[in-house]
């Protein structure tokens, strides 16, 4: 065997090694009903707030790419240090919180499972379920992360990207997790539900590189409506819907807004502006089917990352302070 072939086997051996306990039946034993358990607790709460679907999905993705899948961003501080304390997460829906707290409250007043699944499995569970249950495909959610015991406010601040990222940047900060650019415009059709505070895309409308000036990407309609949304003078607190068409449905009508040029953030519209992911934003457009197969492929890779297993990690009590 040639040595590069040999390098090769090892290093397949590490990257498996990563994720090597994650299994589809992990709570077999210990808790066999985990499944219908977390759904049902999901399913209460988005009957209660839309804001369930988007605040948990939105909440996975910020727990997967800072310091992995270990339910890290839930912990919360005394002193204004933890992950959630970061100025960017200051838009993380209070509701993603609550759906693993109270799914994580339903699986605890099962005997056997008290105490017996991670929080960074089932906000993995929750994340799928209510994707599901807004429309879109359902899958199987490999299991068996443990819950981290490190939570710091500096780690947010290079791992997340921002709505003003280039391509460039978003490809970059993806691939760092072993994501390629499907997996990236396959993940930001997530932005098919959910809101955005003004602020995030303000520069568009008002000041795009110049002073009044308005992004020439924007739809001029959409731009128009943009501007009485969100005046100048507008509450921060106010959120729009990230896709103006059907925003409470988990489809691919997110890629033919950006076909419009109704893509709400910058980074959306990048992956259609740019030629390096038009192709696919066409595809995703075109063929629902193949959206969600992409889609399906891009979460689990997404809930793969940084996995805890062993003495890396516990299975935390209460889902917002370690043990
Ligand atoms: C590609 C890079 C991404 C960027 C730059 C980005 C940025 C943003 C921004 C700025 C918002 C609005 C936040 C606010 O003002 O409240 C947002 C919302 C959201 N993002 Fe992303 N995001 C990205 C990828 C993703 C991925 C991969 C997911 C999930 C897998 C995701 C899920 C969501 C959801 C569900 C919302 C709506 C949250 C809510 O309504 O509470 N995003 N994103
Ligand atoms: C916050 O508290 C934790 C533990 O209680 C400590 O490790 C950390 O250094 C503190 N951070 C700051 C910024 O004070
Ligand atoms: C937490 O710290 C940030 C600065 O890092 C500050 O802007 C914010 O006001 C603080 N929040 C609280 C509740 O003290
Ligand atoms: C959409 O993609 C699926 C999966 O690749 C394929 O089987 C189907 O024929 C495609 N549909 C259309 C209308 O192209
Ligand atoms: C939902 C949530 O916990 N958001 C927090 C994000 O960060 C701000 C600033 O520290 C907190 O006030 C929010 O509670």
Known sequence: ??????????????????????????????????????????????????????????????????????????LASRNNSTEKDNGINLSLAGDGFDTVIKAKAAVDSVPRCQNKVSCADILAMAARDVVALTGGPSYAVELGRLDGRISTKASVRHHLPHADFTLTQLIQMFASNGLTLRDLVALSGTHTIGFSHCNQFSKRIYNFRTKNRIDPTLNPEYAKQLLQLCPKSVDPRIAIDMDPTTPRTFDNQYYKNLQQGKGLLSSDQTLFTDKRSRKLVNLFASNGTEFERAFVVAMRKLGRIGIRTGNQGEIRRDCTMIN
Do not use: W
Request: proline share 3%; with cysteine; charged share 15%.
């Open 1 to 74: 065997m040639s040595s590069q072939i040999l390098l090769y086997l090892v290093l397949q051996l590490l990257a498996s090694n990563c994720y090597a306990q994650l299994r589809l039946d992990y709570y077999r034993n210990t808790c066999p009903d985990v499944e219908s358990i977390v759904r049902t607790a999901v399913e209460t709460k988005l009957q209660q707030t839309f804001v369930t679907a988007p605040g948990t999905l939105r909440l996975f993705f910020h727990d997967c790419f800072v310091r992995g899948c270990d339910a890290s961003v839930m």
